[in-house]
Structures are given as structure tokens and as C-alpha cells.
């Protein structure tokens, strides 16, 4: 369950205030999608020039990434305030003591999927390196030698 149904049942929205909800939703992920895509293309910067020496750069860039993250933020916090305030009185007491939990949820990644998308190949055919088992990895054909260290499976 997502956090927009998570939150609607929660707090035993009515239709009504399921629409305006999910038109704030809407409207907070319109907000969010280039800030996100700003912080990723920064990252992306950042470690593709990891042989750079050039500290002043790094430092912008981490700066700015910092000023988007608490951008990110401050919209979110504003975009629950204004899901607070379309609910009655009891509600956001309910509200109140679920929003941690919601918060948790829009933070968590969705599930990975294989590679192509949501019609590719099942994503546990692959190992923690993405190439899918059976495939040949160098030219001639050899699989490379087994890591050393932890074994691969299940974390716990």
C-alpha cells in the first residue's frame, strides 16, 4: 500500500476528500520531479568526477545538493499541512499519529523491477552486479572468479 491510500484509509477520508487529496498529490509530485531530477543529475556530476581534484566544484555541488534536499523538504512538510487541513478535527488527530509512518512510505524506494522496466526479465535472475545468470561476461566466454567476502544471498 502507498502512502496516498495508506493515508486515506487511515484517517477515513470521504470522496471528496479523496479528490482534493489526490489533487494536492498531483500538484506536490508536478513540484518535486525536477528537484529530484536536479539532485540526481548533481550526484551523477559528482561522482563522475571523482578523479578531479577541483574541491571547490565538489563543495558547490554538495552544497547544492543540500539546499534541494531541504527543498524537498519544506514542500513536503508544506504539502501535509495542506493534506491536514482538508480533514475534520477527529480525523486529524488520526492523521496526527499516522504521519510518521506515511512519511516512511514516500521515502522508500518502490521495488526494483529487471532491466526494460515492468515487462523485463524478473529481477531475481539477476545478481547483485545486474547481469542476468547464464549470460557470457567477457569475450571468451568465462565467468569472472567468485567474490571473496560475504556470501551472496539474503541479507540479514
Same mark, same amino acid.
Given at each position: ?102 512519511? @516512511? ?5 518502490? &521495488? $526494483?523491477?529487471?532491466? /526494460?522496466? *515492468?515487462? #523485463? =526479465? ?14 557470457? @561476461? ?5 565467468? &569472472? $572468479?567468485?567474490?571473496? /567476502?560475504? *556470501?551472496? #544471498? =539474503?541479507?540479514?
Amino acid at each position: 500500500m502507498r502512502a496516498f491510500e495508506f493515508i486515506a484509509h487511515e484517517v477515513g477520508m470521504n470522496e471528496q476528500q479523496r479528490r482534493a487529496y489526490e489533487d494536492l498529490r498531483d500538484r506536490h509530485h508536478l513540484a518535486m520531479r525536477p528537484i529530484q531530477d536536479s539532485i540526481h543529475d548533481l550526484r551523477s556530476a559528482l561522482f563522475s568526477q571523482l578523479s578531479q581534484s577541483d574541491e571547490t566544484l565538489r563543495i558547490q555541488q554538495l552544497n547544492t545538493i543540500a539546499h534541494l534536499t531541504m527543498l524537498q523538504d519544506s514542500l513536503t512538510v508544506q504539502h501535509f499541512r495542506q493534506v491536514r487541513a482538508l480533514l475534520t478535527p477527529d480525523q486529524q488527530q488520526r492523521f496526527d499519529s499516522i504521519i510518521s509512518e506515511a512519511a @516512511r512510505m514516500m521515502a522508500q524506494p518502490p &521495488p $526494483p523491477q529487471g532491466p /526494460g522496466g *515492468p515487462n #523485463g =526479465p524478473d529481477r531475481e535472475q539477476f545478481r547483485d552486479d545486474r547481469t542476468p545468470r547464464g549470460m557470457n @561476461r567477457g569475450p571468451d566466454g568465462e565467468a &569472472p $572468479p567468485p567474490r571473496r /567476502g560475504r *556470501p551472496m #544471498g =539474503p541479507r540479514g
